[in-house]
């Protein structure tokens, strides 16, 4: 069965250092996502993309974050200057339309 | 304010005995719900969805229901293994004009052999 790939699989940046998580979603899959998880809580939305545009975002997602899909083949995830609180671990999902959310086994964000 | 609320962080059951987990949520109006499995350190896992229009849905051994007048949903395990212990998240999918999931928290569930 098609994966979502996402990389890495743990990423240890210095506060106040810019991040980028990568995701390779299945492909002819035309909606994108990015969700967090902070150790012991939910899984909390953060971003969804479709047609090389934003669809949705959360009061989460603030002018530190970003995404792009440079290549038609990967979706990025970008935090400008990271803070202790971005700790946690980072979902990327796909889905086709009409059909369920596809998600990658995340990144492990570590901010010291 | 909106929430969505399962009804047990944990939930203890014996091997063999049907598990039922419960999706509460206020103030929101789902195109449709869905249920995931998540293990220790993995992303969600689908296992059913369920649109506003359906009032059950099934896949083998699980079963869900959906109550847009009660604004709840169930999640059925029949038959509970040791393989089925996870944490079970409840999501629901807002009309937004765009598109905007929102998780649960989750329940534990723990079937002992």
């Known amino acids: 069965e098609p994966e979502v790939t996402q990389t890495p699989s743990h990423q240890v940046t210095q506060m106040g250092q810019e991040v980028i998580l990568r995701c390779v979603p299945i492909?002819?899959?035309?909606?994108f996502y990015w969700y967090r998880q902070i150790l012991g809580q939910k899984v909390e939305f953060l971003v969804s993309?479709?047609?090389?545009?934003?669809?949705?975002k959360s009061e989460i997602f603030d002018d530190q974050f970003s995404v792009e899909r440079p290549d038609g083949s990967n979706f990025t995830l970008k935090i400008r200057s990271t803070k202790l609180e971005d700790s946690a671990m980072y979902f990327c999902?796909?889905?086709?339309?009409?059909?369920?959310?596809?998600f990658g086994d995340g990144t492990r964000l570590s901010i010291l | 304010s909106q929430k969505i609320e399962q009804n047990s962080e944990a939930l203890n059951i014996q091997e063999g005995k049907t598990a039922t987990l419960t999706c509460n949520y206020t103030?929101?109006?789902?195109?449709?719900l869905q249920w995931y499995r998540q293990d220790p350190g993995r992303g969600p896992v689908f296992l059913l969805l369920i649109r506003e229009n359906e009032k059950e849905k099934r896949k083998e051994r699980l079963k869900v229901t959906f109550d847009t007048t009660l604004k709840q949903s169930l999640f059925h395990i029949t038959a509970s293994q040791p393989a089925d212990s996870a944490t079970y998240l409840c999501a629901l999918d807002l009309r937004t004009g765009g598109f905007k999931t929102i998780f649960g928290a989750g329940t534990r569930l723990f079937v002992k052999a």
């Open positions: 993309f479709y047609n090389n545009e934003i669809s949705e």
């Open positions: 103030n929101y109006s789902p195109a449709y």
């Open positions: 492909s002819n899959h035309l909606y």
């Open positions: 999902a796909c889905r086709s339309p009409g059909q369920p959310q596809h």
